[in-house]
């Protein structure tokens, strides 16, 4: 099976840096996934990383290690509309390759 | 192009009674997964189709069935609904068949139980 663990809810402040952790145990393991979610919006993609190392796309970056079973996002320069939950979801192997699992989100405030 | 078309948006149902949803993927998408999201327990898959053929089921249990069209939309059902049913029911859409491909997510359904 896959377990996935993210904090609940962290605080940060707007123009600064967070980074959101990931942990994730699973039985087979292909890649993972960050998403972002607004309240009462649709998940929307922000990253998916197979191989090991940082992917940087603008404002955000991913990193994963396979060998540690850990993924982390990073945010930088803050903005108010960064407010959101993120998931952090890893796909399996085999028939699990067809299905994310998702962690249970970690919800972001950005405050002034 | 338009985005992935979920209906409807709010459904109100009894205990007991049944409920259909409805999935129109991205045009061109061939794979469509459904989800369950309640705040408890975040995101829960419940299964998988691409060209008409269910990949993947999560584990919930026979109360919950769907199905994929030949023009790739998509249903899901539950029957004898309980008060645990009420959740919000994501449906995604992926171009192909591949485990890298990124989910483009509908707004999705929001089901209550009563």
């Known amino acids: 099976g896959q377990n996935i663990d993210q904090p609940t809810e962290m605080t940060a402040t707007e123009g600064a840096i967070v980074q959101i952790n990931c942990t994730y145990q699973?039985?087979?393991?292909?890649?993972l996934f960050w998403y972002q979610q607004h309240a009462g919006e649709a998940p929307t993609f922000l990253s998916y990383n197979v191989l090991d190392g940082l992917e940087e796309k603008g404002r955000f970056s991913s990193f994963l290690s396979r060998s540690k079973g850990y993924s982390y996002l990073l945010l930088k320069e803050l903005q108010m509309k960064d407010s959101a939950s993120y998931l952090c979801a890893v796909t399996g192997s085999g028939a699990g390759s067809y299905q994310l699992t998702f962690g249970k989100g970690t919800k972001l405030s950005v405050i002034p | 192009k338009a985005g992935v078309t979920q209906t409807p948006r709010y459904l109100i149902k009894t205990r007991g009674q049944q409920v259909t949803l409805s999935c129109s993927p991205i045009s061109g998408h061939r794979s469509v997964s459904w989800y369950q999201q309640t705040p408890g327990q975040g995101l829960q898959f419940l299964f998988e189709?691409?060209?008409?053929?269910?990949?993947n089921k999560g584990n919930f249990p026979g109360r919950f069935s769907g199905r994929q069209f030949s023009n790739s939309r998509s249903e899901m059902n539950v029957s004898t609904l309980e008060l645990g049913d009420s959740a919000l029911y994501l449906c995604a859409s992926s171009l192909s068949e591949g485990s890298n491909e990124k989910l483009f997510f509908g707004s999705g359904t929001q089901l209550s139980v009563l």
């Open positions: 189709y691409f060209s008409e053929t269910q990949r």
């Open positions: 699973t039985s087979g393991f292909n890649g």
